[in-house]
Every structure is written in C-alpha cells, then in structure tokens.
C-alpha cells in the first residue's frame, strides 16, 4: 500500500493531508486564517501558511504515525488560488521535496474536491456543485459525445463574478461577523423572514454582485435587519443555484447530485438541494463536514489519481477545473 501527502494551501486554509492507495484518510490536519475585521488580506494569509506549515506537517505525520521514508511522493495545490498563498505552499513544498528527494504533484484545487468526494460516495457520473469561497461551479464529466475531450470536466454553469462563499463573506465583514462569515451568517438566518433580493440566473449561470450591493445598501440604510438580511441572501442565491443545477441534472440526465465546497456545510442549502434531487427521483449526496472545505486529504488523493500525468507545475493561479 502506498502512502502519499497533500499540501493545500490555495486560500486561507494551511492542511497537510496523509492519504494511502486504497482512499483512506489517515490524517487530515489544517490550520485557516482567520480575521476579525479585516477579510483575507493576501500577504498575512502567505505568512500565515509559512509559519504554521512545519507544525501542521509533524502533526500530520503523528497523527497518521508515519515518517518521511513512508511518503512516496508530496501532492500539492497547484491553482486555481490566490498567489501570494499558492507560492507560500510551493515553496514549502519544494524544501520538503528537495530535502526528503520526493516527487512532487501539483494538482488542480478544484478536480481535488471532486475527486474526495467521489472515492467518499462511491460515485461515478454525478453531477457536481462546488461552491467556495472563490469558486461556483455545476460540473459533469465531458459526455462520450464531445469529441477530444474524454476524461475532462466540463463546467455547465458558473458564477459571472464572485463565488458564492465570497459574496457571503464580503457581505458578512459588512454585519461585523468577521472572516469567514458563512457560518454566522447561517445562524442569524434562522431567524429572518424573507425580504426580496435580486435573482439573477442568466442562462446556466449565477451573479450575486447585484444581491451583495443591493443588501448592503438596505442595510446601510436601516431598511432590513441583520437576521432578515442573512435569511433573504441565502434564500435568494442558495435558490439561484439549485435552479441552475436542476436544469444540469434535467439536461444531462444525472440521477445523483454531490455537493462540495465549503459552503456546502450550510444545512439550508443542503436542504434545498435535497429537496430538489428528490423531487425528481435523483440522490443527493455530500461529503462529511471535515472533508467538505479545503484541506489536504483531497489534494493529497488528487495526486495519486494524476500522478502519472503531472509533476512540479509551478502555481497556476487560473487553473480551470476543465483545464486538467
Ligand atoms: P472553502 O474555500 O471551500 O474552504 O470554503 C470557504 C467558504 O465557505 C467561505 O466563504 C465560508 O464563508 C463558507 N462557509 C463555511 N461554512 C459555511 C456555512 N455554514 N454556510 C455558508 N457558507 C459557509
Ligand atoms: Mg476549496
């Protein structure tokens, strides 16, 4: 059995994952910035990652109970993500590499929590919702059909502009909840009612700009509370995007959804989506709260799967999940 390591660290989250061959977990340890006031400042994120990636890594290791000779190569997240953290990851990576003569594998970000949650659920042929801080995406895999592009993903629907995880954090440092926001925010919801916010559904894909400033402007001015303001933000773009994955699954024909990302650990959300798959006969599946946000483990099995066909990538910040 082989054993490998993942480093992620494409946003706020410093993790070192402990996968081996067969899929199993056997440490997924991390480590987030966070902030009170300030949002996800890039330079004190990449500062962030530098100072604890030694402490994260030894822990890692006694958890799993391994040593280096163990490891037979380092995955790492290659993109999509901020630069300044990429390259903090990189270079970690690349002293580690260098020192302990391992192979390295820089893996794309995104295709890593597809593929977690697919060895997770058993999956073959879902179709996928990630929405992160950054990224909000409904994916497939290419149809036979599509010509030159078997093996690949194929975004079918997408976020114009920011992320959904984004626009609720922007949002949230506007309420003074602090960096991140999504879980606050899902706790002032529980008790709003709804007030109306611009649905913007374009096609196959999703912007929540227009909601962002139209909520904040509401509540600058003493129009809408902070509990109502959450609960109308989640009905309206958690509803945005279960619209477009629905007319995904009816399109393409897919009978199991899986949804990953770290806002997909809202219940809400989850409860629209589950109500949605069994409207129409599909299954609805997500992955355990602890493999559901940016860590290691996903990276480091990402890395097994694409082993033979990537290496040290450098960073590639605009790495798109149809890219790999
Ligand atoms: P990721 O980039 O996958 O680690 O996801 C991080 C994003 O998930 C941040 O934008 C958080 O605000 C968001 N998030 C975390 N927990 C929740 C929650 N319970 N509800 C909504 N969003 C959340
Ligand atoms: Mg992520």
Known sequence: MEIFIGVESTAHTFGVGVVDSSGRVLANVKDSYTSADGGMIPDKVALHHKEVAERIREEAFSVAGIAWGDVSFIAYSAGPGLDPALWAGYNIVKVWSEKEGKKIV???????HLSIGKVWNKLEDACYLYVSGVNTQVIVETPPTVAGREGKYLIIGETLDIGLGNMLDKFGRVLGLGFPAGAAMEKLALQGKYVELPYAVKGMDVSFSGILTKVEQMYKSGK?????ACFSVQETAFAMCTEVVERAMAHTGKKELLLVGGVGANMRFC???????????????????????????????????????YGDVSIKPHWRTDEV
């Open 106 to 112: 820089g893996v794309n970000h995104c295709c890593a």
């Open 224 to 228: 809408i509370s902070k509990e109502d």
């Open 271 to 309: 409860s629209m989506l589950q109500t949605m798959c069994e409207e129409r006969g599909a299954k609805f599946f997500k992955v355990p709260m602890d493999l559901a946000g940016d860590q290691g483990a996903m990276i480091a099995w990402e890395g097994f799967l694409r082993r033979d066909s």
